[in-house]
């Protein structure tokens, strides 16, 4: 079946811009967790929405950074005025819930010039 | 409150040798825990997981991991090491945060060369 997948998989943005990347989690997952993952680091939590619940945001690094699931299944992260720092290996997993297995997406790379 | 350490950022093994990638953790609950791989450029892929069951986990292309509860360990072994499995490898782990969410936590990650 497929696997969760992200489009761009690659976007180059100016400093200033507004971007929006997207994720399809695997049909069915009710967990969906976004990750940032710069240059050499480990990954860097940023949301988590599980099912109807409210989505935990403890790890939006600011308040340029949101996200939205509509219906339960697709995802956007939207960026707001983008900054250089932003530039990074955004990614996407999908999970049947709690600590069960993520399974994730091959990620967009962004890099605001 | 839930924590991973790697202890080590590179291993560099022969091929044919053993592999051992080191991780401590802390959590305040009976944790889950996870090792991921990453090949370059690649999306990060499951190798094992820990949930309570049996504390010695066998995981995809040869690999284990021990859960030790009085070391607060999971290491990552694998008897023989191959060039395929240079990688990034990563240790997770996973409780219940107040308020009911499992947000994991990712150690930083081991790169693991592998020389002919």
């Known amino acids: 079946g497929a696997g969760v997948s992200q489009s761009p998989s690659n976007k180059v943005t100016e400093k200033g811009k507004d971007v929006e990347l997207r994720c399809d989690p695997i049909s069915g997952h009710t967990a969906l967790y976004w990750y940032r993952q710069s240059l050499g680091q480990g990954l860097e939590f940023l949301i988590y929405?599980?099912?109807?619940?409210?989505?935990?945001k403890s790890g939006l690094p600011s308040d340029r950074f949101s996200a939205e699931r509509t219906g339960g299944s697709v995802s956007t992260l939207t960026i707001q005025r983008t900054q250089q720092e932003d530039s990074a290996v955004y990614l996407c997993?999908?999970?049947?819930?709690?600590?069960?297995?993520?399974?994730f997406g091959p990620g967009t790379r962004l890099t605001v010039l | 409150a839930q924590s991973v350490t790697q202890l080590d950022s590179h291993v560099s093994v022969s091929e044919g040798t053993p592999v051992l990638l080191r991780c401590n953790y802390s959590?305040?609950?009976?944790?889950?825990l996870f090792w991921y791989v990453q090949h370059p450029n690649k999306g990060l892929q499951l190798l094992l997981k820990y949930t309570s069951a049996a504390t010695l986990v066998k995981g995809i292309n040869g690999f284990e991991a021990e859960f030790k509860k009085s070391e607060t360990s999971f290491h990552l072994t694998k008897p023989s090491a191959h060039m395929s499995d240079a990688a990034e490898y990563f240790c997770v782990v996973s409780d219940r945060k107040t308020g009911g969410s499992y947000i994991p936590t990712f150690g930083r990650g081991t790169s693991l060369i592998v020389h002919p």
């Open positions: 929405f599980q099912g109807n619940s409210a989505p935990d």
């Open positions: 959590s305040s609950y009976s944790p889950s």
């Open positions: 997993a999908s999970g049947a819930g709690r600590s069960n297995e993520q399974f």
